[in-house]
């Protein structure tokens, strides 16, 4: 399965944006999704994941509460809507899928991966 990311941005401290990742290649509801992020000088951070069927999602703790992550099989897209952003949000942001059913928090859990996109929060 073959990953695009898209949606990022620059955006005020406390604004919001969507995330969108668009799968093709393949079944998407095979697949688990998860977002990390990357900021500059850091390790890449997971952010969330999210079931085949949409029914089960995971945060970090450093989103909890102001991401909220969701899915259309029959669009074979995967969002992370982003709320209430804070500066330390910025970051790369990727999506990523594996052919399972169990939470998995690690990048290298996962088999596939999407470019990042760049999400920038101003203060």
């Known amino acids: 399965v073959q990953l695009q990311a898209s949606g990022g941005g620059l955006v005020q401290a406390g604004g919001s944006l969507r995330l969108s990742c668009a799968a093709s290649g393949g079944t998407f509801s095979r697949y688990a999704v998860g977002w990390f992020r990357q900021a500059p000088g850091k390790e890449r951070e997971f952010v969330g994941f999210i079931s085949r069927s949409g029914g089960g999602t995971y945060y970090a703790d450093s989103v909890k509460g102001r991401f909220t992550m969701s899915r259309d099989n029959a669009k074979n897209t995967a969002y992370l809507q982003m709320n209430s952003l804070k500066p330390e949000d910025t970051a790369v942001y990727s999506c990523?899928?594996?052919?399972?059913?169990?939470?998995?928090?690690?990048?290298?859990?996962?088999?596939?991966w999407g470019q990042g996109t760049q999400v920038t929060v101003s203060s």
């Open positions: 990523a899928a594996r052919a399972a059913s169990a939470l998995y928090m690690k990048p290298d859990d996962y088999d596939y």
